[in-house]
């Protein structure tokens, strides 16, 4: 008798997508006021890989956080929004001295924002109620062998990392992120970057529209060399690369990574697979524009993992259905308030993508 062959093996179970970085709470100011004022404020959970991992979840792809949160409302907040979502905190670290970080977000009259400074949570406090110290915040306190050991079960599955360049601006933080992007490396999962730069978080009394210094320049660009996909704004691509043409910032990084670049409400550019491409934003109602820039990400990754074979062989209508649909995540998100809440689930793109009413800019 001859046995059946047992076909192939199953996938590894555990999260695809693995996002390290902060978790915070956006303190979003009234539109036109000030969110560190005495008029009313909004506080949302966000923090751009949070924002990520919690969105990839909402699309069904299986996500991680990698980070670290302070015992306090917020890091219990977000252990209850995790949980929710099915978002993976197996590398979540708990700071039992440090609070968890309160982002100022100005918005103006159209819903743009602009980040600011920082305000410390409300009544933080550790175990037994005995306040948290005042100094750092718990983020920056990410430990690197707490967070390699937590690290390797994941990379068994997972088929990216999603970083940005924040925790870099501190030095536990920034170690633990090298760090694993090294294990990751060794492991054959690709790296997702996305710039995000916010000056604040490097120099409390850098502008909020100013960008990086030579030195954070350097700091930088060792993880820009690591990539396999490169988002970042027009004006950051300026500020790293002294171009915003896609095609020129691949060709500038050694792994030649596929790139986005995006422009506020201007066409969405990339490169990918060797094809350049376009497309005008979608014409939708804005409240508020915290965390689009995270749902499109995560839209992009579930077609990425969907599909990984686009990386390398999209042809042009591929790219073009594939950034059509992360932007659409986009649009969604601007419609309700926070980064968080207003994540769409793959159903709602779809119904989106196919109103009449669709249009671009």
């Known amino acids: 008798m001859i046995a059946a062959s047992p076909g192939p093996a199953p996938a590894p179970a ?19 006021g000030d969110p560190g004022g005495a008029g009313p404020c909004e506080d949302r959970l966000g923090g751009a890989p949070a924002n990520v991992a919690c969105a990839l979840a909402r699309l069904g792809v299986p996500s991680a956080f990698l980070g670290r949160l302070g015992r306090d409302a917020i890091g219990a907040a977000f252990a209850q929004l995790f949980d929710e979502r099915g978002v993976d905190t197996a590398a979540l670290q708990w700071d039992n001295q440090r609070p968890s970080r309160v982002v100022l977000v100005r918005r103006d009259t159209a819903g ?18 005995a306040p948290l110290e005042t100094g750092g915040f718990a983020d920056q306190a990410l430990d ?34 090298q760090g694993a992007c090294r294990q990751a490396g060794a492991a054959g999962v690709m790296l997702a970057v996305d710039v995000n730069w916010r000056p604040t978080f490097w120099d409390p009394a850098a502008g909020p529209a100013s960008g990086p210094t030579a030195a954070q320049v350097s ?9 396999a996909l490169l988002k970042c704004a027009r004006e950051e691509a ?21 790139v986005l670049i995006s422009d506020g409400s201007a066409p969405l550019r990339w490169w990918l697979a060797g094809l350049a491409g376009e497309l005008p934003a ?9 965390g689009a820039g995270d749902a499109f990400t995560a839209g992009l990754l579930q077609g990425l993992v969907a599909n990984p074979a686009l990386l390398t062989g999209a042809s042009a209508d591929q790219a073009s259905a594939l950034m059509r649909f992360a932007m659409a995540c986009g649009a969604l998100v601007c419609q309700g308030a926070g980064a968080i809440d207003p994540q769409p689930s793959r159903p709602d793109v779809d119904a989106f993508l196919a109103s009449p009413s669709t249009d671009p800019r």
């Open 14 to 32: 555990g999260p695809l997508v693995l996002c390290l970085g902060e978790a915070l709470v956006d303190r979003l100011g009234p539109p036109g």
């Open 112 to 129: 743009d924002r602009q980040f600011g400074g920082f305000a410390r949570p409300v009544a933080a406090a550790g175990p037994g109620g």
């Open 238 to 258: 300026l500020w790293l690369f002294g171009t915003a043409d896609p095609a020129e910032v691949s060709a500038a990084l050694p792994q030649r990574p596929a």
């Open 144 to 177: 690197a062998d707490a967070l390699s050991a937590a690290l390797g079960p994941l990379l068994a599955a997972a088929r990216w990392l999603l970083v940005g360049t924040i925790p870099l601006a501190s030095p536990a933080s920034a170690t633990a992120l």
């Open 219 to 227: 700091a930088v660009q060792p993880l820009l060399r690591q990539a």
């Open 282 to 290: 979608f014409r939708v109602p804005v409240v508020d524009t915290t």
